[in-house]
């Protein structure tokens, strides 16, 4: 970004000081010549910079899917041990505690919290892996605006110019 503003900072001191004093035709075309290959040079560095966006966000989308994947794995595992455990709870208070209800009771309170909290645990990393894969397409968004915006610049300059040097050819 830093580099995109020291562009068109130089670009405009440059129209400037080529307004304000006078050369041939000659040198003006050399000069707009010479603008002209530094703003293709410019827009080739942009369009490059936008390919490396690219393949970073590309890599990014595949390790949040691997990762997504990963947890949706660790999730579903999860999920069987604790059904496991409740199972194994479950019997175990039926045949140790059959005639103590009130102990039975303190079981099953504690598994529903368990439950709870296992699915609010679940819920925040769903919520998390979502929240990263909406930073990542909001970066992708942002990145493609600002190389619009770049070209939007470049092509209002290019047309300043040539309306200037239109105007300065005519008798």
Known sequence: MTKKILFLLVFCISLATYAQSTYSQTEVDLKLELQKKEMDEKLTELKNEKDKADDKIIEQNNRLAETQSRMAKIIDLFG???????????????????????????????????????????????QHAQLVAEKAQLMVEKAALEIDHI???AHTSLAEINTWKNTNEEP
């Open 151 to 153: 070209r939007d610049e």
């Open 80 to 126: 069987i041990i604790i059904a496991a455990l409740t199972i194994l709870v479950t019997i175990a208070g039926f045949f140790m505690d059959r005639n103590n209800k009130k102990k039975r009771q303190e079981i099953e309170d504690e598994f529903d919290k368990l439950k709870v909290e296992s699915e609010k645990q679940i819920d925040y990393i769903r």
